[in-house]
T-cell receptor
Framework: KAGVTQTPRYLIKTRGQQVTLSCSPI?????VSWYQQTPGQGLQFLFE???????NKGNFPGRFSGRQFSNSRSEMNVSTLELGDSALYLC?????????????FGPGTRLTVL | DQQVKQNSPSLSVQEGRISILNCDYT??????FLWYKKYPAEGPTFLIS?????DKNEDGRFTVFLNKSAKHLSLHIVPSQPGDSAVYFC?????????FGAGTTVTVRA
């Protein structure tokens, strides 16, 4: 079974631009979660989607948004990029239903904002 | 608001000895706890989990202990192997999300 895939793997943008990251979950998984990882901060939860509905959202500004499509693929968008948005963005999928399910992570998208 | 804390950023252990990683949490509503391992340039991979109704779960060389009254959990790796060198994240689950600690970098010395 193919794992979680994220595209692109690397991205360089400048301040003020916007970016869209994509995540394809494992086949049959209906829940997709997004995390931001920065040095020393661990993984900060961004949001979680299940069957196209956002069930929970982390403490991030409104510039961070996401969506999920009917095939469970998900995208996250960051508008008006700031230098502090430079991070590794990880997507994780799980069967869904509740937060107890083991989450399978993709390799991440490394975003650099100049 | 860091609800899950790993107070030791790094741990060095000799091959064959025990590695003990610690994690504290503040939210008593968490009811499921997990440990993930991460190598550079890869996403985290699931290691072991424990439900809040248990106090111990074992899987091969990995054992997780949960002390609900102290809001503390630990991961024991016995014996430690060179391939265990990685960053370990503790996570707590509730309300359709996982809250992660900042991670502990484990280095296993030959």
């Amino acid at each position: 079974k193919a794992g979680v895939t994220q595209t692109p793997r690397y991205l360089i943008k400048t301040r003020g631009q916007q970016v869209t990251l994509s995540c394809s979950p494992i086949s049959g998984h209906r829940s997709v979660s997004w995390y931001q990882q920065t040095p020393g901060q661990g993984l900060q939860f961004l949001f979680e989607y299940f069957s196209e509905t956002q069930r929970n959202k982390g403490n991030f500004p409104g510039r961070f948004s996401g969506r999920q499509f009917s095939n469970s693929r998900s995208e996250m968008n960051v508008s008006t990029l700031e230098l502090g948005d430079s991070a590794l963005y990880l997507c994780a999928s799980s069967v869904g239903g509740n937060s107890y399910n083991e989450q399978f992570f993709g390799p991440g998208t490394r975003l650099t904002v100049l | 608001d860091q609800q899950v804390k790993q107070n030791s950023p790094s741990l060095s252990v000799q091959e064959g000895r025990i590695s003990i990683l610690n994690c504290d949490y503040t939210n008593s509503m968490f009811d499921y706890f997990l440990w993930y391992k991460k190598y550079p340039a890869e996403g985290p991979t699931f290691l072991i989990s424990i439900s809040s109704i248990k106090d111990k779960n074992e899987d091969g060389r990995f054992t997780v202990f949960l002390n609900k009254s102290a809001k503390h959990l630990s991961l024991h790796i016995v014996p430690s192997q060179p391939g265990d060198s990685a960053v370990y994240f503790c996570a707590a689950g509730g309300d359709y999300k996982l809250s992660f600690g900042a991670g502990t970098t484990v280095t296993v010395r030959a």
